[in-house]
C-alpha cells in the first residue's frame, strides 16, 4: 500500500514566523507534489519535484519555497507566514509515469493556522 | 489556458439512489487523463475512477461510473445505490499529456446521503 506521511498534522504560527511542513512518502516515487487546499478553490499546486535536489514551481509558488533532499522526502517552507497561507496542505507522491494506477497518492494532510 | 469546473456545490440525495455530478474542462491538448477523487469528512483523498481521453468506453468502477462526453468536454461521475458512507467531498481532475505538472483539479461537489 502507498504511503505518504505528513507532519505536523496540524500547527499554529505566528505572522512573520518560519513554518517547515514536512512529507515522506516509501512508494519509490520520483514524483512529489505539494497541494494547498482553501474552501471554494479546491486543490491547488504550489510546488513539485520530478528527483531529488530539483524543484519546480506549480501554479501558486509566491511565498513558498520547496525542497526535495532525497527521493523519499520533501518539504515546504515559508519564510515569512502570513495570514493568507492559512489553509490545509496536502503532499502527495506518483510514479515518474504515474504506474499502473495512474493516479497520485495523497498524504492525510497539515492543517495550517497563520495568526 | 486549462480549467477544470465543478459548478455543483452541494447535492442532496436519499440512500440507495442514484447521484450524478458534472464536470467540464477545458484544454487545447489531444491526450489527457480525467479523474474523479473523494475526499472524506476526515480529509483523506482518494483515488475513484480516471477516464483516458482517447476511450470511447465509460470507465466503471464498482459502484461508480463515468459519462464522458469529449464533444461538451464533459466528464460526469455517477454513484449507484449510494450509502451513507458516500458523503464527501468529490473533486473533478485533468492531467494533460504525459509527465507533466501534476493534476489540475476542481473546486469539488458536496454529497450528502441521508437515511
Known amino acids: 500500500e502507498a504511503a505518504v506521511t505528513q507532519s505536523p498534522r496540524s500547527k499554529v504560527a505566528v505572522t512573520g514566523g518560519k513554518v517547515t511542513l514536512s512529507c515522506h512518502q516509501t512508494n519509490n516515487h520520483d514524483y512529489m507534489y505539494w497541494y494547498r487546499q482553501d474552501t471554494g478553490h479546491g486543490l491547488r499546486l504550489i510546488h513539485y519535484?520530478?528527483?531529488?535536489?530539483?524543484?519546480e514551481k506549480g501554479d501558486i509558488p509566491d511565498g513558498y519555497k520547496a525542497s526535495r533532499p532525497s527521493q523519499e522526502n520533501f518539504s515546504l517552507i515559508l519564510e515569512l507566514a502570513s495570514l493568507s497561507q492559512t489553509a490545509v496542505y496536502f503532499c502527495?507522491?506518483?510514479?515518474?509515469?504515474?504506474?499502473?494506477?495512474?493516479?497520485?497518492?495523497f498524504g492525510a494532510g497539515t492543517r495550517l493556522s497563520v495568526l | 489556458a486549462q480549467k477544470v469546473t465543478q459548478t455543483q456545490t452541494s447535492i442532496s440525495v436519499v440512500e440507495k439512489t442514484t447521484v450524478t455530478m458534472d464536470c467540464v474542462y477545458e484544454?487545447?491538448?489531444?491526450?489527457?487523463?480525467l479523474f474523479w477523487y473523494k475526499q472524506t469528512a476526515s480529509g483523506e483523498i482518494v483515488f475513484l475512477i480516471r477516464q483516458d481521453s482517447y476511450k470511447k468506453e465509460n470507465a466503471t468502477v464498482g459502484h461508480y461510473s463515468l459519462n464522458f462526453q469529449k464533444p461538451k468536454s464533459s466528464i460526469g461521475l455517477i454513484i449507484t445505490a449510494t450509502q451513507i458512507e458516500d458523503s464527501a467531498v468529490y473533486f473533478c481532475?485533468?492531467?494533460?499529456?504525459?509527465?507533466?505538472?501534476?493534476?489540475?483539479f476542481g473546486t469539488g461537489t458536496t454529497v450528502s446521503v441521508s437515511p
Open positions: 481532475a485533468m492531467r494533460v499529456g504525459q509527465g507533466g505538472r501534476a493534476l489540475i
Open positions: 502527495a507522491s506518483s510514479d515518474r509515469d504515474w504506474g499502473v494506477q495512474n493516479t497520485l497518492y
Open positions: 519535484s520530478y528527483v531529488a535536489d530539483s524543484t
Open positions: 484544454t487545447r491538448d489531444s491526450s489527457y487523463f
